[in-house]
């Protein structure tokens, strides 16, 4: 048979592939995918993120980086729809499916939006989905029909989309014919681009500690979330707790109660105690109860971290691995014949940075109740003071809700918007805890998971990663006690040690409570309240659970910058 092709015509060798989609059937297919990132990604979240970058972080510069996060994810997405491969399509379709099906269930069920110490504990709470599932079956079921739109529109055949498509239509040009003509390239260039997003979001991650990932697609969010927390298992390992190499002294007195008071983003220097500001009078009021150590230095700037150094007692020398290797505070009460409580000021069954393992050493987690973050707390001095009616001694760890960013406004720091949120939180807290619980028994210490950056606006920023302020970890030390055999040598301590502690002297105080001997607990925590304690601790900043990195060291192991007393005193702030 005859060639009746044109000369230079080669258009049999060229891999043929179906005609793209009608005009409106690609209109169809981008709606789809469109309306499945509308719906699963709430525009409050994205609006409350855009607000926060302007006020908080880097004004329009950070509102520029976060819109391209935003477009990265899309363009992402919009690729993995346009792979001509079907198998490959479904691969790459399978990780943005499932981040958005259990990102929005979870955020429908727990009315919060998901962030690593969701994604965490959603890591760990595997074993225990089914009864999750049958009990938030409504939340699932709106999410899995979410996740059918999206798969609709990614899935829906669309092998060609013009002349450059990544789904193998030959290009004209022969320069890209012979890059792109390729099987293997034409399935490794959409499969990197389309992943691409999940791995910047995980860089994201990893630069900003563990957030940054608030208002971001849940399709991308919550796969990269997943990726950097299996990493940090696969770098660390699955580390085992150490045993409980520590006993009471037999012929220690009876321990008290013990309670142990975590607030939330609390400065050191907005309680009267250290600076009258009008904010907390009910603690000038209660002073003949108060042992005052001043201005501590939190463990870090951030929330969850500064909870699992409390919980475990790691030492600065020893982080990351002391976080995951180190007794949990519950295991040495139980040994000591305590009875373990637990108060998240969290909605979530599961919060603070605890795992599943260490819920399993807690007799007893009991959630606050109220619409405010006000109500939430009076509602856990009632707790604690409902279970102090028992006569066995007990560890309550209760962790405020604390303080709200909404009961400031965008007024100048002129107006102190955050010290009238301290006034309005801290101030019936402590009024109804001096009233209402019996001290006479009891032991209560008070400290702030961090403190506060305040900016000109009258915003305020912890949780630094790079250029950490001070001010992020400057946090109060109280301890609340009537109790004959400790108010004395508290206050003695508090005299002594004014203005030099951390909270990484907390765990060492609460042993000694315990009934533990003091010299054995020296050697392998931090000396406690009641000892002679360092002039300079450190704050760490980014994941405590993987590589934190210091921004104020100890005793000459990393560098130092202390937080000298003076600067807070001066009113220079």
């Not at 993120?49 to 520029?64: P, Q, S």
């Not at 792109?180 to 999940?198: D, F, K, Y």
Request: hydrophobic share 45%; net charge positive.
């Amino acid at each position: 048979m005859r060639d009746t092709r044109a000369p230079g015509d080669d258009s049999t060798a060229r891999p043929r592939s179906a005609a793209p989609l009608s005009g409106p059937a690609a209109a169809i297919k981008i709606a789809a995918i469109l309306s499945f990132v509308f719906l699963t990604n709430p525009h409050a979240a994205v609006g409350e993120r855009v607000d926060e970058l302007i006020r908080n972080f880097d004004g329009y510069l950070g509102v520029g980086v976060f819109g391209g996060l935003w477009a990265v994810c899309l363009a992402g997405m919009l690729t993995t729809s346009f792979v001509s491969t079907l198998w490959l399509r479904f691969v790459l379709a399978l990780p943005l499916l499932a981040g958005a099906l259990v990102g929005s269930a979870y955020e429908d069920a727990a009315r919060v939006e998901i962030d690593y110490d969701h994604a965490l504990m959603l890591r760990e709470g595997i074993a225990h989905a089914g009864p999750a599932l049958r009990l938030y079956a409504g939340s699932v079921f709106g999410a899995g029909l979410l996740a059918l739109l999206g798969a609709a529109g990614i899935l829906l055949p669309m092998r060609s989309f013009g002349r450059f498509s990544v789904s193998g239509t030959a290009p004209r040009s022969d320069v890209l014919r012979r890059v792109l003509g390729s099987r293997r390239l034409r399935n490794v260039l959409p499969a990197a681009a389309a992943a691409m997003p999940i791995v910047l979001l995980a860089m994201v991650i990893l630069a900003r500690g563990g957030y940054g990932m608030a208002g971001l697609p849940v399709q991308h969010k919550l796969p990269a979330l997943l990726m950097v927390i299996e990493m940090h298992r696969w770098l660390r390992g699955d580390a085992e707790r150490g045993p409980l190499v520590l006993r009471p002294d037999a012929e220690a007195p009876p321990a008290p109660h013990v309670v142990l008071v975590v607030d939330r983003g609390v400065r050191g220097d907005y309680l009267d105690l250290n600076r009258v500001r009008g904010t907390t009078p009910a603690l000038l009021g209660g002073r003949d109860r108060i042992a005052n150590f001043g201005y501590a230095v939190a463990a870090a700037n951030c929330s969850t971290a500064s909870n699992l150094i409390l919980r475990t007692g790691a030492r600065p020398a020893d982080l990351p691995q002391g976080v995951h290797t180190n007794p949990y505070i519950w295991s040495y009460a139980r040994r000591a014949g305590m009875r373990t409580v637990f108060i998240p000021g969290s909605e979530r069954p599961l919060a603070h940075g605890m795992s599943f393992r260490e819920r399993r050493q807690v007799d007893e987690v009991v959630r606050t109740q109220g619409g405010t973050r006000r109500a939430r707390d009076l509602h856990a001095v009632e707790l604690i003071r409902n279970r102090l009616m028992r006569s066995e001694p007990q560890l309550i760890i209760a962790v405020k809700s604390g303080i709200s960013r909404e009961a400031s406004s965008r007024a100048t720091r002129l107006d102190d918007p955050y010290g009238k949120a301290v006034a309005s939180n801290l101030d019936p807290f402590f009024g109804r805890l001096l009233a209402d619980v019996p001290l006479d028994d009891v032991v209560v210490l008070y400290t702030s998971d961090h403190g506060q950056d305040l900016l000109d606006d009258g915003s305020w920023i912890n949780c630094s990663t790079s250029g950490a302020s001070p001010l992020e970890a400057l946090v109060p030390m109280l301890a609340i006690t009537r109790h004959p055999a400790w108010r004395g040598r508290f206050a003695a301590a508090a005299a002594r040690n004014r203005n030099r502690t951390s909270h990484y002297n907390l765990f060492a105080t609460l042993l000694a409570l315990f009934g533990y001997d003091p010299a054995h607990v020296a050697e392998r925590y931090e000396p406690g309240l009641l000892d002679a304690t360092e002039a300079e601790y450190g704050f760490t900043t980014g994941l405590v659970s993987a590589s934190p990195r210091m921004v104020i060291g100890s005793r000459g192991r990393l560098p130092v910058q202390r937080i000298p007393p003076a600067a807070f005193e001066d009113g220079g702030m």
